[in-house]
């Protein structure tokens, strides 16, 4: 009898490790959440989710931290996908937040900044002492810093040089009162895995991650559709271009990129060719200060 060696591919072993990871999560923490946007990496999660618990329901809230700026197609996707899968969901709101009186920032901020009140204030309404996201490594250097397990002290804050080891795929899940960890299954991914293993089990996604004709402005060489939060200004002169977005945010602040890429085949070799990341390309937020990401996480943003 010949021997077969066994071997187990690139992306079976990315799943296999995510699926651990969660498993890990819900056996030690109390109140789990995962945070949703209904982007690409949040879709990738929740397939994720759904393998590792079936076939039981998804044993943990999701949650969307509404800016108010966003993308219909969006919207209405989070919404179908999370009632198909049967799952209970939490919307932290921005306007809301600000109707109240609950965030000072002035109300023209970008509201990728104003998010982080909100969300330090979901996370103690609701006592999550654990919160899956989906960043991933290669996103952005301050996301690079980031362990699978990241620590955050009792003001929901993040300190790079206080990170717990993760020898042998161990992980640290203790905390005290108040404290919480953000938890990354996706850390090891590229965006190319993402788009290989959407590939491979059918997900749906939103139809602007595909090329599309719209209305756009070029600003600083990154084109940005015209919206109701994103006006036209003085001097700009709005054209069509046919794009797609690589990357789900803020209406406000997230810009498209030139493309022909209608499929997720087309997609895949986009990707595979491009030597900028998706966060790099279209994510204004990011291009405030060569550490605006860095400085939003030691703030507590996710």
Not at 212 to 223: E, F, Q, S
């Amino acid at each position: 009898m010949s021997h077969i060696p066994y071997r187990v591919s690139h992306l079976d072993a990315l799943e296999a490790e995510s699926v651990f990871i969660m498993r890990e999560v819900v056996a030690e923490f109390e109140r789990p959440v995962l945070l949703f946007s209904g982007g690409k990496d949040s879709m990738v999660m929740l397939r994720l989710a759904e393998k590792a618990f079936a076939p039981a329901r998804i044993p943990f809230p999701v949650m969307h931290v509404d800016t108010g700026h966003n993308f219909p197609e969006v919207l209405s996707f989070r919404d179908r996908r999370v009632r198909d899968l049967n799952v209970q969901l939490i919307v932290a709101s921005v306007p809301e937040a600000i109707d109240a009186g609950l965030v000072t920032e002035p109300a023209d901020r970008v509201r990728n900044r104003i998010q982080t009140p909100v969300l330090l204030g979901a996370i103690e309404k609701h006592r999550f002492d654990a919160l899956f996201g989906g960043a991933r490594r290669d996103e952005e250097k301050a996301r690079a810093k980031e362990r699978v397990f990241s620590f955050r002290d009792d003001f929901g804050q993040w300190d790079p040089r206080n990170q717990r080891p993760e020898l042998w795929a161990l992980y640290n899940a203790r905390i005290g009162s108040g404290e919480s960890i953000r938890v990354f299954p996706l850390s090891n991914w590229t965006e190319l895995d993402v788009w290989h293993y959407i590939a491979r089990e059918c997900i749906d996604l939103p139809s602007i991650y595909f090329a599309h004709d719209r209305k756009v402005v070029n600003r600083a060489g990154m084109l940005y559709a015209i919206n109701d939060f994103l006006p036209v200004r003085a001097g700009e002169t709005p054209f069509v271009e046919r794009v797609r977005y690589r990357t789900v945010g803020d209406a406000s602040c997230t810009a498209a990129v030139r493309s022909d890429a209608d499929t997720i085949e087309k997609v895949i070799d986009e990707v595979a060719a491009t030597r900028i990341t998706e966060r790099g390309a279209t994510r204004g937020d990011d291009k405030v200060s060569e550490t605006s990401m860095e400085d939003r996480k030691r703030e507590g943003y996710f």
